[in-house]
């Protein structure tokens, strides 16, 4: 079937890059999304690393739209409440200018924005019917997983679960930073005014996770709150100034402002840093019995299940629609010529 197909041509709009059971992905869609991959990157791609980007936005939106038209069929689409509930909390930290400016920076207008809202809790509202509801770990399954992995829950030294706030003066997309309002710093001078801000809410009793959620520059980590899960003491101990913070904290406290560098040799700091210990744990056999022991377990054994279970009913969305890839033929006809 596939080999009777390859090249095949079917009228449609130029505008039109692909369907969707009939529904239209416009061109203009790829390139914004596109465009934002670039962000402020000198070094233009090839012709041929444009098309495979292009490629692989369209698959993302083709996905996309089978999994809007799915929840749309189960009445999940997020409400108009739902949708400006989470734009004013987007909106929140900004003047209406410096609002704007995050969005012309992101090539997107303020309808882009809503759209982009309401497909994220659409899909959110879809799997946690679809899949997460699925899902059950029972005591056996926490038992079994202990049993078969006793030797990791052996620490061999002292361990320290952290969260960090990250700022740093490094150039990149405002898009890529991973925190929910898009906050980067521009420059040295702005990195340090704004993690003294962020302590200071800090010591004024705002919550951490919040806060590196919506303001951490670390994308690694600020869409888990900030959460870095167990450190080694001997890795701590690679950076004494670190170390030496970290080890006088208690549980809940967090650090003074911290300078971070980048690579051994540089005494300029790229940025800065506050951690959180959230907590401490001695050296040795931690039992089956102990709560955090199963938490780590459950919460193991619902990610990888939720994981394995999304790709499996996203291949099975995909096998029922009826996607037409009009660029993917131009593609194929032009690399032919």
Known sequence: MLVACVGCEHPHDANTVATVNGKPILRSEVETLYQNNLGESHQQPSAVQSDIMRLNILRQLIDEEIVMQRATKQNLVATDEEVTDRLNEIKAPFTKEEFQKRLDSQHLTLDDLKRE???????????????????????ADITNYYNQHKAEFNLMEPQYHLAQIIVTSVPMPPQQVGNLQNSKAMNDADAKRKIQMLHNRLESGEDFGALAMNFSESPNTAGNGGDMGFVSESQLKSDSQVYAAISKLKPGQITDILPVYQGNNTKQPVGYAIYKLI??????????????????????????????????????????ARVVNYYAEEVFKNGAQ
């Open 117 to 139: 809202i309401r497909r994220n809790r659409t899909e959110e509202k879809l799997f946690n019917k679809e899949i997460t509801s699925r899902i059950n770990i029972t005591d």
């Open 279 to 320: 907590d401490r744990e001695a050296a040795g056999q931690r039992e089956l019995n102990d709560p955090r022991v199963q938490q780590a377990i459950r919460g193991q054994l619902r990610d990888s299940r939720e994981q394995l279970l999304k790709n499996a009913y996203l291949e099975m969305l995909r096998d029922q």
